[in-house]
């Protein structure tokens, strides 16, 4: 059975750290595309950054470029999102998901559409609360 499951969030003040980890059983993450999404209450569930495998490239939104970083262990199966200068913003559940990779061909409008779509994506975590006090 595939799961996935996020561990590391907590409470931290605004420009504190926090690492998430998502760690992956019944399937290879070498294997797929793996996207870190976040929700709050009443609002869609937006992407924040994923990895793709098989060109290994990695896609942040706007809104954490330069703040998170995503990086993975094939060994351990597992994804990890760090989260620096973290902001009160920056609060919500935060969600991972595997799917399928993209075509590397396509234009990168299309791939950046493709990789934050929440259709893209066959398996999702139950997610772990983030939350940044000002």
């Known amino acids: 059975e595939e799961r996935l499951v996020e561990s590391g969030g907590g409470l931290v003040q605004a420009g504190g750290s926090l690492r998430l980890s998502c760690a992956a059983s019944?399937?290879?993450?070498?294997?797929?595309?793996i996207g870190w999404f976040r929700q709050v209450p009443g609002k869609e569930r937006e992407g924040v950054s994923c990895?793709?495998?098989?060109?290994?490239?990695?896609y942040y939104s706007d809104s954490v470029k330069g703040r998170f970083t995503i990086a993975e262990d094939s060994a351990r199966n597992t994804v990890y999102l760090q989260m620096d200068d973290l902001k009160p913003e920056d609060t919500a559940v935060y969600y991972c998901?595997?799917?399928?990779?993209?075509?590397?061909?396509?234009?990168?409008?299309?791939?950046?559409?493709?990789?934050?779509?929440?259709?893209?994506?066959?398996?999702w975590g139950q997610g772990t609360q983030v939350t940044v006090a000002s």
């Open positions: 019944g399937f290879s993450i070498d294997d797929h595309i």
């Open positions: 998901a595997a799917g399928i990779n993209p075509n590397p061909t396509y234009p990168q409008e299309l791939i950046r559409r493709w990789v934050f779509s929440v259709v893209s994506y066959k398996f």
């Open positions: 990895i793709t495998n098989n060109d290994d490239a990695t």
